[in-house]
């Protein structure tokens, strides 16, 4: 299984960007997908989740800036980062899970630099 992510760059602060990322090798549905980032020197935290018939789970507070979605069917996962801030700076992973909020499958990341 891999997981492709795109969408990264270098954005002002109070920009956007859309994350995608698509899965492949298995014909399984993903049961969950989501992101997780990392700054350099931190350890990696996760960000939001979506089962593929459930509501969107966000780990901690991003005052309505992210929104997560889906395609089922593409097993794609998005991520629309809205008035992005420089703690925002990360690199951002896709992660997906078969059965239940579990992530089995962590992908490569793509880079997001929030800067003025």
């Known amino acids: 299984v891999q997981l492709q992510a795109s969408g990264g760059g270098v954005v002002r602060p109070g920009g956007s960007l859309r994350l995608s990322c698509s899965g492949s090798?298995?014909?399984?549905?993903?049961?969950?997908m989501g992101w997780s980032r990392q700054v350099p020197g931190r350890q990696r935290e996760l960000v939001a989740r979506?089962?593929?018939?459930?509501?969107?789970l966000y780990e901690f507070n991003l005052g309505g800036r992210f929104i997560i979605s889906r395609d089922n069917d593409r097993n794609s996962v998005y991520l629309q980062m809205n008035n992005l801030q420089p703690e925002d700076t990360a690199v951002y992973y896709c992660?997906?899970?078969?059965?239940?909020?579990?992530?089995?499958?962590w992908g490569q990341g793509t880079l997001v630099t929030v800067s003025s």
């Open positions: 979506l089962p593929s018939d459930g509501r969107p």
């Open positions: 090798g298995t014909n399984a549905r993903f049961n969950v």
């Open positions: 992660n997906a899970g078969l059965t239940g909020m579990r992530y089995d499958y």
